[in-house]
C-alpha cells in the first residue's frame, strides 16, 4: 500500500500565521474564505470569519428550490406583455426560431392571466400547479365553461379544433435553426395576438 509522503517545510512551505497546520487544508479554508489559527499549546481549532461570505453552500432541496420560486409574485399580464414584446422584436429581425417560442409562452402567460383571476384555479396569489403548464399541455387542461362570462372570447379560442399551439414545443429550444416553417410561426404569431386580446390584456401593453 502507498503511503502519502508527510509535509515537510521544504517541500512545501508553510506561511508563518499556519502555525503548524497542514497546508492543504489551511489554503482549502482560505479559499472558503475562512481563517485558520493554531493557537500555541492548545489544540487545533477553526475560526471562521464571519464578516466574509461562506461560498460553499449545500445544494438547496427541491422544497428550497420551490420556496425560492415562491418568493417572485406571479404577474402572468406583465409576463405575457413581456414575452410577446420580445417575440415581435425577434420577429421584425428573422430570428422567428426564438420568437416563435416566445409567442408560445406568452400564449401560456395569457390564458394563466385569465385562470389567475378567476376563483378555484390559484390560492394565495399563486396558481395551483395543475395549471402551471406550456401552452400545448395548458390547453386541455382549462374548463373552457368556467371563464364563458368573464372571458367569453378566450373561452371561444379555447375550443378551435385542432388547437393552434398542437405542434408548439418547448423542446423546440433545442433544434438546429431553420427548423421551422414561417407560415407555422405567423399562425402562432397571430394566436398569441388574439389569446392576448382575449384575456384583456390592453392593446398598449403589447406595442
Known sequence: MLRRAPYTRSAFPVPASLCGACPAHHFRQRALGRTVHRPKGKPFR???DRARPFSLQRPATGRQLLA???KFP???PAAATRHWRDAELLWSHQRQENADQLYGIAAECAVKAAL????GYSAQACLHDKYKLHIDKLWDQVHVHNMQKSFPGLSALLR???PP???WTIGQRYAADACLARDAVEAH????RR???AALISEERTR
Open 165 to 167: 399551439f398542437g405542434d
Open 160 to 162: 378551435l379544433d385542432p
Open 68 to 70: 425560492n420560486l415562491q
Open 74 to 76: 406571479e404577474d402572468y
Open 116 to 119: 389567475s383571476s378567476l376563483p
Open 46 to 48: 477553526m475560526q471562521v
Open 195 to 197: 389569446l392576448l386580446g
Open 189 to 192: 404569431r397571430k394566436a398569441a
